[in-house]
């Protein structure tokens, strides 16, 4: 069954000590990935899409990376307000030939100072 | 503009009564999406919209749950005979053109308590 699950699932940083959390998935025909940021009480916040493997993107603190298998969202010197969960998604066509995003579960970040 | 509003923001209801959640997309935003989402889980998919046309529903988790966006942009979904297990967070989303690899914005979800 297509899934997309997401590592670690809760990630401790100190403040400027990088890391990278993991999203992989089992699709055939990758057609493109998605990351989100969530913040308590609030609804996903856009970050980034993934189109084909090789492919890398920036935004701030943030640069995410996508292979056949996975993606990376790497985090370079993280701040305390980086502290969300962060979710990842992937289109997927059901057996019945239907489309849905599907997400990942989500790496709780939390940046202490 | 605005991003996606959702009402109400909050909802308790008693088990047994049907409730309406209201999503308003981004304006100009042609595809609508309805997901679920629990406590510590990514959203769930439950249908989405293009236009008016409902494209999917195969997400719904039973017949008591339905949606409709009838002029092409608010769109309301409801649930009857709410049960406890119902409880969740329902968040809409909208994008800009059709197709799942365009972005959705999503908004601030509805948080349904059902006693």
């Known amino acids: 069954e297509d899934q997309v699950t997401q590592s670690p699932e809760a990630l401790r940083l100190q403040e400027g000590e990088s890391s990278s959390l993991n999203c992989s998935y089992t699709v055939s025909g990758l057609r493109g990935l998605f990351w989100y940021r969530q913040d308590p009480g609030k609804g996903p916040e856009f970050l980034f899409t993934l189109y084909s493997a090789g492919e890398e993107k920036e935004k701030e603190r943030l640069k995410a990376t996508l292979t056949k298998k996975e993606s990376f969202l790497h985090i370079t010197a993280p701040k305390p307000e980086d502290s969300a969960t962060y979710l990842c998604?992937?289109?997927?066509?059901?057996?019945?030939?239907?489309?849905?995003?599907?997400f990942g579960k989500g790496t709780k970040l939390t940046v202490n100072p | 503009g605005a991003g996606v509003s959702q009402s109400p923001r909050y909802k308790v209801t008693k088990r047994g009564q049907d409730v309406a959640l209201r999503c308003d997309p981004i304006?100009?935003?042609?595809?609508l999406y309805w997901y679920r989402q629990a406590l510590g889980q990514g959203p769930e998919f439950l249908t989405y919209f293009n236009y008016e046309a409902q494209q999917d529903k195969s997400g719904l988790p039973n017949d008591r749950f339905s949606a409709e966006r009838p002029e092409g942009s608010i769109s309301t979904l409801t649930i009857q005979r709410t049960e406890q297990r119902d409880s969740a967070m329902y968040r809409c989303?909208?994008?800009?053109?059709?197709?799942?690899?365009?972005?959705?914005?999503f908004g601030p979800g509805t948080r349904l308590l059902v006693l």
């Open positions: 989303a909208s994008s800009f053109r059709q197709g799942f690899l365009e972005t959705q914005y």
């Open positions: 304006s100009g935003h042609v595809s």
């Open positions: 998604a992937v289109p997927f066509i059901t057996q019945g030939g239907s489309e849905k995003l599907v």
